[in-house]
Nanobody
Framework: QVQLVESGGGLVQPGGSLTLSCAATGNIYSINVMGWYRQAPGKQRELVANILSGGTKTYLDSVMGRFTISRDNAKNTVYLQMNSLKPEDTATYYC?????????WGQGTQVTVSS
């Protein structure tokens, strides 16, 4: 049984910052990929950023240079530092981990960027 516990969402003004974290617990041998997706109302879920076990990172074009993904393998935790937030970043953010045989999703955390 694998569980993902997310934290760090909230309401922030445009230009502000938030850091999301997601800790994976349970029967975990290794995690291949850790990442964050988001879904805004009426839109499809999209990949925001992910990071491979070796450290290779991928970002959505619209967040490049503003968001930074990192992971702590000892803690099975992934972080998303979000700077210069824009109203269009408003969405529910979901943590995702790929263990190889299985993959798992967090429950989602709301990020709202509004003045």
């Amino acid at each position: 049984q694998v569980q993902l516990v997310e934290s760090g969402g909230g309401l922030v003004q445009p230009g502000g910052s938030l850091t999301l974290s997601c800790a994976a617990t349970g029967n975990i041998y290794s995690i291949n990929v850790m990442g964050w997706y988001r879904q805004a109302p009426g839109k499809q879920r999209e990949l925001v950023a992910n990071i491979l076990s070796g450290g290779t990172k991928t970002y959505l074009d619209s967040v490049m240079g503003r968001f930074t993904i990192s992971r702590d393998n000892a803690k099975n935790t992934v972080y998303l530092q979000m700077n210069s937030l824009k109203p269009e970043d408003t969405a529910t953010y979901y943590c995702h981990v790929d263990l190889g045989p299985t993959d798992h999703w967090g429950q989602g955390t709301q990020v709202t960027v509004s003045s």
